[in-house]
Nanobody, 126 residues
């Protein structure tokens, strides 16, 4: 299984950006995709999780009002739509995958993650 995150870039505060996470090689549909980020000099922070088949979503409180996670099962791709972006959103964004899909609460805590993609850099300028 491989994951590839892309779509990062530079933007000014207040802007929007959509990240994509393409998955390759899963033989089962029973998995979840989790988005994380790591700000410069800080630890990795969980953001949101989505189940691949049922589409259930779970967010951390810090981004619930501004970020939206979604997925396109036909394209094997998950997305993270970010709005009203702030300089503190700057960092490297990663996606991870884990099975089964119904354990988003655990995955957001960093448990049970099976696969990671390389990160994509997001820079928000004030």
């Amino acid at each position: 299984v491989q994951l590839q995150a892309f779509g990062g870039g530079w933007m000014q505060a207040g802007g929007s950006l959509r990240l994509s996470c393409a998955t390759y090689g899963y033989t089962s549909d029973d998995f979840a995709i989790v988005w994380f980020r790591q700000a410069p000099g800080k630890g990795r922070e969980a953001l949101a999780c989505i189940g691949n088949t049922r589409g259930q979503k779970l967010y951390v409180d810090a981004v619930r009002s501004r970020f939206t996670i979604s997925s396109d099962k036909a394209k094997s791709t998950a997305y993270l739509q970010m709005t009203n972006m702030k300089p503190e959103d700057t960092g490297t964004y990663y996606c991870a995958a884990a099975s089964p899909e119904h354990f988003c609460s655990g995955y957001l805590g960093g448990s049970g993650l099976d696969y990671w993609g390389k990160g994509t850099q997001v820079t928000v300028s004030s």
